[in-house]
C-alpha cells in the first residue's frame, strides 16, 4: 500500500504478464481490467474470471499494450493448483 498527497491508502497490486514478442515475463501494477462479465464456470465446474486485462504502460520488452484473457493469467491470490 502507498499512501498517496492526500492522505489516503493507495493500493496497487502487480499482476505477471508475458510478452509474446519476445517470450518474456515481467510484473506491474500499469493495468486495467476491462470487458468484466464476472465469475464464470468452465465445463469442468472451474470457477474463472471472464474478464479482460489491458496494460496502461507498454511492455518492457517489446513496448506494445498487450491485452490478455484474465484466465490466462497466473492468480495472484493462489498457489500451484494440486
Do not use: K
Not at 493500493?11 to 462479465?37: D, H, K
Not at 465445463?43 to 490466462?72: I, K, M, N, W
Request: aromatic share 10%.
Amino acid at each position: 500500500m502507498m499512501a498517496s498527497s492526500g492522505g489516503a491508502l493507495e493500493l496497487s497490486m502487480e499482476f505477471v504478464f508475458f510478452c509474446p514478442n519476445r517470450l518474456s515475463s515481467f510484473s506491474t501494477a500499469e493495468f486495467i481490467i476491462t470487458e468484466n462479465r464476472g465469475v464464470a464456470c468452465d465445463a469442468a465446474g472451474r470457477r474463472y474470471l471472464d474478464a479482460r486485462v489491458t496494460l496502461t504502460s507498454p511492455c518492457p520488452f517489446c513496448g506494445e499494450l498487450h491485452d490478455y484473457a484474465a484466465q490466462e493469467l497466473a492468480c495472484p491470490f493462489g498457489g500451484s493448483e494440486t
